[in-house]
């Protein structure tokens, strides 16, 4: 079993609607969550940076985390059609791993149009 | 402000050369972090290097693969005698400071013939 988890999608969906992106996770010492968006053939681009459980809301884009479900989640408010990208979670724990980052295999979001 | 700078950006070479790939963090961050991201893949950890400190080496899949970083800054990724499993996007990103987001450049696209 992977220690992050992420449905990697393709998750398409029409132009304004909410998108709600997830990843779940196994290590509980885990206390930094990071959402990145990736374009295609770009890097990923730091999106949210959250610690430990509760919410964050940037602009069109909240991330949520529950720790105690070990799940967080990514949600994008009235989508673009240039919101589509490969979105990715990551995590990492605090102490002297907390530079490690985990990453999911990310979600491709497609927004129509 | 200038990111995070990768070079080249795209790299073909035949099995069995070695091959360099150069990162320039952002300016004032002291730590810096190289990533493989394979198709279908999520990132994968290879090296971190914080100020002066010995690097950490643990995500270095081979002996084959080795990275150093001068002056506390530009940094260098060699894989030498290159196989075709080696064949990724190498992300390079840098931090302020241990704990701080990771911001990653466009990488280097690197294929073994």
């Known amino acids: 079993q992977k220690e992050v988890e992420q449905d990697p999608g393709p998750l398409s969906v029409p132009e304004g609607a909410i998108v709600s992106l997830n990843c779940t996770y196994s290590n509980s010492a885990f206390q930094y969550f990071m959402w990145y968006r990736q374009y295609s053939r770009k890097g990923p681009e730091l999106l949210m940076y959250?610690?430990?459980?509760g919410n964050k809301e940037d602009g069109r884009f909240t991330a949520q985390v529950d720790k105690s479900s070990k799940y967080i989640s990514l949600f994008i408010r009235d989508s673009q059609p240039s919101d589509s990208a490969t979105y990715l979670c990551?995590?990492?724990?605090?102490?002297?791993?907390?530079?490690?980052?985990?990453f999911g295999t990310g979600t491709r979001l497609k927004v129509l149009a | 402000g200038a990111g995070v700078s990768q070079s080249p950006s795209n790299k073909v070479t035949e099995k069995g050369k070695d091959v360099e790939l150069r990162c320039d963090p952002i300016?004032?961050?002291?730590?810096l972090y190289w990533y493989r991201q394979s198709l279908g893949q999520g990132l994968e950890f290879l090296i971190y290097f914080q100020g002066n400190s010995a690097p950490d080496k643990s995500g270095l899949p081979s002996d084959r693969f080795s990275a150093e970083r001068t002056g506390g800054s530009v940094s260098t990724l060699t894989i030498q005698r290159t196989q075709q499993e080696d064949s990724a996007v190498y992300l390079c990103?840098?931090?302020?400071?241990?704990?701080?987001?990771?911001?990653f450049g466009d990488g280097t696209r690197l294929s073994i013939l």
């Open positions: 300016s004032g961050h002291t730590a």
């Open positions: 990103a840098s931090s302020l400071a241990r704990r701080q987001p990771q911001h």
């Open positions: 959250t610690y430990s459980s």
């Open positions: 990551a995590m990492s724990a605090t102490g002297a791993g907390t530079y490690k980052y985990i």
